[in-house]
């Protein structure tokens, strides 16, 4: 483990010079001149570099195992992080799952302190800026045993800003003790189409006054705790159809829609001091009609965000490796015209070495300045010099234990889990389940994988925590989509419960899902329905006995759902979103803030 020390003598005093505040201001401090002075020094390769954050395979950033090393050899021609950083000079690297990045608290901090210091004895000695997306809820990428709280909407059915700020600061404290000093969360988009399949429960809600408040709270959690916020996905998300992994969605929102709608949590966050915003694949007509995606909208990046929101901090884009940005250019324009458009970081290129060289001789070529990187370079490194990394860029394995899933953290997790879960419908005051009347409990659903490092699975993780609450409880996972067979199964194990209780997930007017839950009724055992993602289920279920929404299947809101299905904890959660009829969707079903208790 390196020692602290200050890892650049040109820049001594600049994290001191900018601390002073947390928001990103276009005023110059006193700071700024040793960042210049230490900008004029770098090479026209190394400033290129810098604007890049990219992904790479392998728990070390020295020693990965063989099929890492191939991998990176493969899609980035490097064998290891600390080669990357050689090469490229990037300035951040993005933590994932399925790279190999974060199998526990220890190794993820060993990474980002061989990471730092592959950077950091190189030349101009620059630290990184390492980061994730640890949004809570479906998007994590950093599992157990770190702290895991309810995903955005589940945290909009709370409604506590407290709540958020707790979030933040907590969540904020475990990533900084693991050497990671940027989050890509919250989810700043307004959600108000529920056929969106990528943002859906990611958001906080469809009402932008009540995201607005929530995203500003975790941001000042977040930074309180010395990890850059990112609010996403610029200039709204909201209202689309189709994912921009996949294919290229189109806003239709009028310019003044926008105002009122979309761009109310941008403009609180920014009002909050937001370290970073994130850049949306999207086409917004209303706001540009070049047809261009809003990452490569000079009128959008530059005129509204810039200009009209006045904000200066960093702005990084969504993956360059996502369709939503590459249906219209080739992959060697992409991060040029992103550049020219106001974009300061290009994230995770689908190949590092187009896009590298394409920035390079853009600017060789004239057709980007220097002086346009140098602008882009400055917040970079300011938001480097806020975070302290400069002067403290490591992890300690002390910090790691004293921080990272603590009992404490555990349990204000449990605690703010219980204060999301929404009673939608409770026929005859089934809930709270009675463990005199109701002892034997048939657990069955859905079954989705882990989406963040939970133990799962769903059914399994319910059918523990009824147990652990004095029920006899039996899980059999049926699926998404479950057959005549497997519903025959079901049904034939339900004569020999008290009660069911049954996991939805995603629920269509064709769902099997939709049968299995009508022949439990009809054998006159009362069901009850846990919408596990969308809450929009219960419009497809109104023969279900009583039905609750717990906006995500991670452990910490189904052991929450549990108990108030048992009354240990009384249901407080209110839609954050309106649920319209299945049959009429211009008529709602169940308004924002709808949620019974007892």
């Not at 901090?313 to 020219?340: E, F, H």
């Not at 652990?468 to 998404?480: D, I, K, P, R, V």
């Not at 079901?490 to 939709?514: C, P």
């Amino acid at each position: 483990m390196p020692s602290r020390r200050t890892v650049l003598a040109a820049t001594a005093g600049v994290t001191a010079a900018l601390a002073i505040g947390t928001t990103a201001s276009a005023v110059t401090t006193p700071g700024d001149k040793k960042l210049r002075s230490l900008i004029s020094r770098m090479t026209l390769e190394e400033k290129v570099g810098q604007l890049f954050v990219m992904r790479v395979y392998g728990h070390s950033a020295t020693a990965p195992d063989q099929a890492d090393i191939d991998a990176n050899l493969k899609e980035i021609g490097v064998r290891t992080a600390a080669e990357l950083i050689a090469k490229y000079r990037v300035g951040g690297i993005i933590y994932f799952t399925w790279a190999h990045n974060t199998r526990d608290p220890h190794q993820i901090a060993d990474l980002s302190n061989g990471i730092q210091r592959a950077s950091l004895t190189g030349p101009r000695g620059l630290p990184v800026l390492i980061t994730t997306d640890q949004e809570h809820g479906i998007v994590c990428r950093v599992g157990k045993p770190a702290t895991l709280f309810p995903g955005a909407m589940a945290m909009g059915a709370g409604g506590s800003r407290d709540d958020a700020h707790a979030l933040g600061r907590i969540s904020g404290a475990e990533l900084r003790a693991m050497g990671i000093n940027q989050d890509y969360s919250p989810d700043a988009d307004v959600n108000i189409n529920p056929a969106n399949p990528v943002i859906g429960v990611r958001s906080f809600g469809a009402d932008p006054d009540a995201v607005a408040g929530l995203v500003a709270a975790e941001v000042a959690g977040y930074q309180r705790s010395s990890v850059a916020a990112t609010a996403k996905h610029f200039p709204g998300h909201g209202d689309t159809a189709v994912d921009s992994h996949y294919g290229f969605p189109v806003i239709t929102h009028s310019r003044e829609l926008w105002e009122q709608l979309d761009a109310v949590p941008f403009r609180a966050a920014v009002k909050a001091g937001i370290d970073s915003i994130m850049t949306a694949h999207i086409q917004f007509p209303a706001l540009d009609d070049s047809g261009d995606p809003a990452t490569l909208s000079h009128p959008i990046l530059t005129g509204i965000l810039r200009e009209q929101l006045n904000y200066d901090g960093v702005v990084v884009t969504d993956s360059l490796g996502m369709q939503g940005v590459r249906t219209k250019y080739g992959d060697d324009r992409v991060p040029v015209l992103a550049l020219k458009a106001g974009v300061d970081q290009l994230l995770n290129p689908p190949d590092l070495a187009t896009a590298w060289n394409a920035v390079l001789k853009a600017v060789q070529d004239g057709e980007l300045t220097e002086a346009r990187l140098d602008e882009s370079i400055l917040r970079i490194l300011k938001l480097k010099a806020r975070l302290r990394l400069f002067d403290d860029p490591y992890a300690g394995r002390s910090g790691v234990d004293r921080t990272v899933g603590t009992d404490a953290h555990l349990a204000a997790a449990d605690r703010i889990a219980e204060r999301t879960t929404t009673l939608l419908v409770n026929k005859a005051g089934l809930l709270p389940l009675s463990r005199r009347t109701y002892r034997k409990l048939l657990v069955v659903g859905a079954d989705p994988a882990s989406p963040s490092g939970t133990t799962g699975p769903p059914t399994g993780v319910l059918a523990t925590a009824l147990a652990e609450l004095g029920f006899t409880a039996t899980a059999l996972s049926t699926g998404t989509a479950p057959s005549a067979a497997t519903i025959a199964t079901a049904v034939a194990a339900a004569q020999d419960a008290d009660a069911v209780v049954v996991g939805t997930y995603n629920l269509t007017s064709g769902s099997s899902q939709r049968t299995l839950v009508e022949q439990l009724v009809a054998t006159g055992r009362p069901v009850v329905a846990i919408a596990i993602r969308n809450p929009y289920d219960v419009a497809q279920l109104p023969s279900a006995t009583a039905h609750l929404a717990s906006y995500s299947w991670t452990d910490v809101e189904l052991r929450a759902a549990a108990r108030v299905i048992a009354g240990k904890a009384a249901p407080r959660g209110k839609l954050p979103v309106p649920v319209q009829r299945a049959d009429d969707p211009a008529t709602v079903l169940y308004p924002i803030g709808y949620g019974l208790s007892y």
